[in-house]
């Protein structure tokens, strides 16, 4: 190449950016204008960040300023892919939104706020699209069929709206969608059978609409699934075999529906899967009963052989719902157990054990529980407040491990307790006063934990309890009068806590005499009263 010919190259190329500036401000320039005529149809706040950011371009200015607005992001090449506006406290509706112009979004989040009417079939536009979140408003009309045109999506939020009408047929053509969550809306209709074609699809949430008819057998090509919610609705018939097939499901919730029949035995092995799993993240002695009785299911077995398990009690349709591994030399967390997945259980027993770390909240999940017996272990953290979610639970025993923090309120939720140990703990702060709505309560052990504060006047709410123990902790203040109307109570253990008083005088006419032991405090002086 000649030196003249060389030196033309960089003016060409100069000239080429040159065209294509024109070019990326034009089409920048008509994203802002589409916007900016579609705030105008918004009710804005007067605080808002959109009013003082998205501003008109100077008429002089040549250069789109979009870019910097409040919640919007842009490529290289100066378009916009990303809309954020939510929890903006903004109200309107898509009516004038640019769809056709903002053809690059790959994210588009509006939710917490107050849009409203239908969401356009112009929605079916923003093919590029990855993730659509328009939860929290108002949006109502039916979920246009539109939506599947978006090839790329990965996740659809349109939970707590309006909705209503079906689930459209078109969303199996979401072949790219991971989460899908349309919950708390008036959807009603079959589940269509071509969400089996959703096949990278892990978490599914439809719980709380008004969804009926059986649940297709397709479901069980969702091989990917991991949890899925279709509570409160009114589903019919059978629970497909099919759901058997989803090694990677972690949580089926499907209550409050009108199903009919039992557990397929294919879900057996979902409940061993899953018990094996927790069992490879355990520490057990070579000679323990658990190396030898968990082994996985044969291959060419459709029958589930956990109920041959030690430790393991199922029910008529061959459903876990006892595991008792008391005093088997076990180390190790609950980090991995499947509470989800083992709904059923009504029995829980892993006391003398040597578990640690904390329950997880997952706990609130087994609400069919009626016995609970982590005693004697190392469990640490806090009592988790999904405690309180176990509406069916009698007996509690948590005693003789390292829990602190307080006891949590939500304790006052458990309507059915029969039995509370909580002794031998680093328990701390006050006895919650929910704790007198717990009216069955015969037996409270809270001995040897850091409880400060007063005793509060609820206990004599307890009129069922029969033994109480409080001792060697740091309660003050009077025994409450109230406790004199426990008609039922035998023994009731206070010493070595910092109360002052007397006995009160309600409590001499209790019959039968009960055995009472305290310290009193008197200044200096300390004596006992029986």
Same mark, same amino acid.
């Given at each position: ?120 079939? $112009? ?7 990855? /993730? ?47 989460? #899908? ?18 096949? =990278? ?13 059986? @649940?297709?057998?397709? +479901? ?18 059978? +629970? ?9 499901? =972690? ?7 009108? !199903? ?29 009963? %658990? ?31 006892? !595991? ?24 829980? $027993? ?8 904390? +329950?997880?909240?997952?706990?609130? %999940?087994?609400? =069919? ?13 806090? @009592? ?35 039995? !509370?140990? !909580?002794?031998?703990?680093? #328990? ?59 008609? =039922?109570?035998?023994?009731?253990? #206070? ?10 005088? $309600? ?7 009960? /055995?009472?032991?305290?310290? @009193? ?10």
């Amino acid at each position: 190449m000649s030196s003249s010919n060389s030196s033309l190259l960089p003016l060409a190329l100069l000239l080429i950016a040159l065209s294509i500036i024109p070019h990326f401000a034009s089409a920048s320039l008509k994203e802002e204008n589409a916007l900016l005529k579609w705030k105008t149809s918004l009710q804005i706040p007067n605080n808002s960040q959109l009013v003082s950011s998205w501003t008109p371009v100077p008429t002089n200015s040549s250069a789109p300023v979009s870019c910097s607005w409040f919640g919007i992001s842009c490529n290289a090449d100066g378009n916009i892919y990303m809309l954020n506006l939510t929890m903006s406290e903004l109200n309107g509706t898509l009516h004038l939104f640019p769809f056709s112009i903002l053809h690059n979004l790959t994210h588009f989040e509006l939710s917490v706020n107050s849009f409203f009417g239908p969401v356009p079939p $112009e929605i079916g536009l923003l093919s590029k699209l990855v /993730y659509l979140d328009f939860s929290a408003n108002q949006f109502s009309g039916t979920i246009p069929p539109e939506i599947g045109m978006l090839a790329n999506l990965e996740t659809l939020h349109l939970n707590e709206n309006h909705f209503n009408g079906s689930i459209p047929l078109e969303i199996g053509q979401l072949t790219s969608l991971y989460e #899908l969550a349309l919950y708390n809306n008036s959807l009603q209709g079959e589940l269509p059978t071509t969400l089996g074609s959703v096949r =990278k699809l892990a978490y599914l949430y439809l719980d709380d609409n008004k969804l009926s008819g059986p @649940i297709p057998p397709e +479901i069980g090509q969702l091989v990917n699934l991991s949890e899925v919610y279709i509570t409160n609705n009114f589903l019919e018939g059978p +629970i497909p075999p099919t759901i058997g097939k989803l090694s990677k499901l =972690k949580v089926l919730y499907l209550f409050n529906n009108t !199903l009919t029949g039992s557990i397929p035995h294919e879900m057996g092995s979902m409940e061993e899967n899953a018990l094996l799993k927790w069992k490879t993240s355990l520490q057990i002695p070579n000679n323990s009963q %658990l190396v030898s009785s968990w082994t996985p299911v044969p291959t060419n077995s459709s029958v589930p052989v956990s109920c041959s398990w030690f430790g393991i009690s199922c029910n008529a349709d061959g459903n876990i719902y006892r !595991l008792n591994l008391t005093t088997s030399e076990l180390n190790g967390t609950l980090h991995e157990f499947p509470f989800s997945i083992l709904h059923n259980l009504t029995y829980f $027993e892993l006391s003398v054990n040597s578990f640690f770390g904390p +329950i997880p909240p997952e706990i609130g %999940l087994l609400s =069919k529980l009626v016995y609970l017996d982590f005693s004697a272990n190392q469990f640490s953290g806090t @009592i988790p407040p999904e405690i309180g979610m176990l509406a069916n639970l009698e007996t509690l025993h948590l005693n003789e491990n390292h829990f602190n923090g307080s006891i949590p309120p939500e304790i006052g939720q458990l309507t059915s307790l029969y039995e !509370l140990a !909580l002794y031998n703990n680093s #328990l701390q702060g006050e006895l919650p006063t929910t704790l007198g709505s717990v009216r069955k309560l015969a037996y409270l052990y809270l001995d040897d934990n850091k409880l400060s504060g007063p005793i509060p006047p609820e206990i004599g709410q307890l009129v069922n309890l029969s033994e109480v123990y409080i001792t060697n902790n740091f309660l003050e203040g009077p025994i409450p009068p109230t406790i004199g109307k426990l008609s =039922k109570l035998k023994v009731l253990y #206070l010493f070595n806590n910092k109360l002052t008083g007397s006995i009160p005088h $309600e409590m001499g006419s209790m019959m039968p005499p009960i /055995y009472v032991g305290y310290y @009193i405090y008197y200044g200096d002086y300390k004596g006992y009263g029986v």
